[in-house]
């Protein structure tokens, strides 16, 4: 028995590590590019190169995101800065008329100062942040379970994988026919099943993320919707032509 | 996963920002490289958010990612004024509040 579990726990140990492997050369690759785009962006001497660079890095980030299963956030990201803020760019360096093409060549002594800050302050926080959390680990724990609410469906409603997975169910019933899986039933399911069954709640944390923005922190919300309105009528203002 | 290696990527990225801050001249460009930094910060609060297992992080990166917007908007306004009013977009050209 201590053989079995032993083997068992192993058996863990190895899909988990396994797991933090492909987690760690997924985060590589995209490292490796949003430095590489990011390094461009700051220092390309195309104006529209740069905002195209910045494209890269962007979706990085929203990578990134859901890397650290944050998926509405990396949502948001893709639709906010991906679909609307780099079509704003673009705007601006077309009406502008940025001599598409070339920023004047920087000066070497700004160049200089501002490289000299920038490896300044990524050694400092390098070494801050390094220091204080040496070999913190990011744990993602158990998936929870798939909360069920025994509901009412139509046969005809059930998604295949769930009537071959319930044979003893469905059996002698018609597609018009209404039938309830109990509670025992779904938890007989594996999780990929479960989740294609009417009545379970699948949100993630995205459930969590509406309750707390529309309780604890519908003050803040409210504030940053003024904020855009604001935003929005200064824009104009600045903008149109006396 | 570290959480080292997401607040590192992100503090390298922030740097680059700074860097692109400092030296560009194209207002456009230190727009751009003001969108670097808050990117850096938002992939902070999302980590930490992951690390301490809530979503605090999530829900103000989404703050951010707001004010971001906004500060866009009223940005680049303003870089079009400047054009209009100069024919020229260089930030160090920019001296007529100098004292």
């Known amino acids: ?242 | 996963m570290l959480l080292n290696q997401f607040l590192l990527l992100a503090a390298a990225l922030f740097c680059l920002g700074v860097y692109g801050v400092l030296t560009r001249r194209n207002g456009v460009l230190v727009l751009m490289s003001v969108e670097l930094i808050l990117n850096a910060v938002n992939i902070n609060l999302v980590a930490f958010g992951a690390f301490q297992d809530n979503v605090v992080g999530d829900v103000f990166a989404v703050f951010v990612i707001a004010v971001a917007a906004a500060e866009v908007g009223v940005g680049l306004a303003m870089v079009l004024l400047m054009y209009r009013n100069r024919k020229s977009i260089d930030f160090t050209e920019v001296d007529m509040m100098r004292g």
Do not use: C, W
């Not at chain 1, 920038?118 to 680990?137: C, P, S």
């Open chain 1, 1 to 242: 028995m201590t053989l079995l579990a032993q083997v068992a726990s192993d058996f863990n140990e190895l899909t988990s590590s396994e797991v933090d492997i492909a987690q760690n050369i997924a985060f590589g690759m995209i490292a490796a590019v949003m430095l590489f785009s990011a390094f461009r962006t700051v220092t390309t001497a195309n104006v529209v190169h740069a905002a195209l660079y910045l494209v890269i890095v962007l979706a990085g980030v929203a990578a990134l995101f859901i890397l650290l299963g944050s998926d509405f956030v990396g949502a948001t990201q893709v639709l906010v800065y991906i679909g609307a803020i780099i079509v704003l760019f673009l705007f601006g360096i077309m009406l502008t008329k940025a001599r598409l093409g070339d920023d004047e060549s920087v000066e070497s002594e700004r160049r200089g100062m501002g490289a000299l800050v920038g490896i300044l302050l990524l050694v400092v926080m390098g070494y801050a942040l390094v220091d204080t959390f040496e070999n913190a680990e990011l744990t993602f724990g158990e998936p929870e379970p798939i909360a069920y609410v025994p509901t009412e469906v139509t046969v005809g409603d059930v998604p295949t994988p769930v009537l071959e997975a319930l044979p003893d169910v469905f059996a002698g019933l018609g597609d018009d026919d209404e039938v309830t899986i109990s509670q025992a039933d779904f938890d007989s399911l594996v999780p990929e099943v479960q989740r294609r069954v009417p009545g379970a709640e699948v949100f993630g944390n995205n459930k969590q993320i509406a309750d707390s923005i529309f309780s604890q922190y519908i003050v803040p919300f409210e504030a940053v919707s003024v904020l855009l309105l604001a935003a929005l009528i200064g824009a104009i203002v600045v903008a149109r032509k006396e």
